[in-house]
Every structure is written in C-alpha cells, then in structure tokens.
C-alpha cells in the first residue's frame, strides 16, 4: 500500500544518510512490482532490489534461494552507475518500472523493455528472446 511504500523509502532515506547505498528487500511477488515501481520514483543515489520466492520452501521447485543470491550478486557487483530499482526474479534483472506481474498462480512474469516491446516470460529460460508472447506491440 502507499503507506507501506512510504515506510520503506523513509527507511532507505534514513540509511542513505548513514552511508548506506544498496538495499535488498525480501517482498511476496503479488505486489513486489507495484512496491518496485513506487521506490523507482520515490529514492535515488542508491541501487535498491526486491526479490522474493514464487514457490514455498517446501516445493520442490522453490526459487527463493536463487533469486536472493543473484539479487546479492547484483548488488556486490555493481557500481553507481547502475543506480536505480531493481526487481531480482528467475535468472533476470529486471528496471522496476517495466516489469508487471501477469499470473498470481505461476511463474508467469512478463517483463518490457523501455519501450514496450515484450521480452520474454520468466516462468521458463528463454533462448530465443525475440518471444513476443500474448503482449501485443505499440
């Protein structure tokens, strides 16, 4: 919610001005890209990645492990030109403000480009990422 979006940016704001530049937030993924969207316009000089799981820790397919290790990765390996909001979620790094959440029951993550041309679906490894998908071009 808004007032959750401001508690979060008045958090950051407060361990910027204690030196603290980069921030991982664990989120659940039905809201994380709204949440991700608000921050990317909300902070700034400072690099910030939400990740959370899909699955739970009991299935067998549980991704959280991996998304939280590739969001630190991310953040250990990057400088401050790259600063801005990220979402960390299946093998992909993804600006917050083109990313969407398509299908709450699965790995169906949608992501776009600057502009709007569709990337491909997070619920599988891509190796073609000309996928266009169900998005239509504008």
Not at 67 to 84: K, V, Y
Not at 111 to 136: A, E, H, T, Y
Request: hydrophobic content about 35%; overall charge negative; glycine content about 8%.
């Amino acid at each position: 919610s808004p007032n959750e979006w401001q508690k979060i940016k008045e958090q950051i704001c407060e361990l910027q001005g204690k030196g603290v530049s980069k921030f991982l937030i664990l989120h659940g993924t039905d809201t994380m890209c709204y949440t991700a969207s608000a921050l990317s316009l909300a902070v700034s000089s400072c690099t910030v990645v939400l990740t959370g799981s899909q699955r739970t820790l009991e299935d067998d397919d549980f991704d959280g492990f991996d998304n939280i290790r590739l969001a630190a990765e991310f953040l250990a390996e990057n400088d401050t030109t790259q600063n801005g909001v990220y979402i960390a979620f299946a093998s992909e790094i993804i600006p917050a403000p083109f990313c969407h959440k398509q299908n709450a029951s699965g790995l169906a993550e949608k992501i776009l480009q600057n502009n709007g041309d569709f990337v491909g679906n997070l619920s599988r490894k891509r190796k073609d990422k000309s996928d266009r998908g169900d998005i239509p071009r504008r």
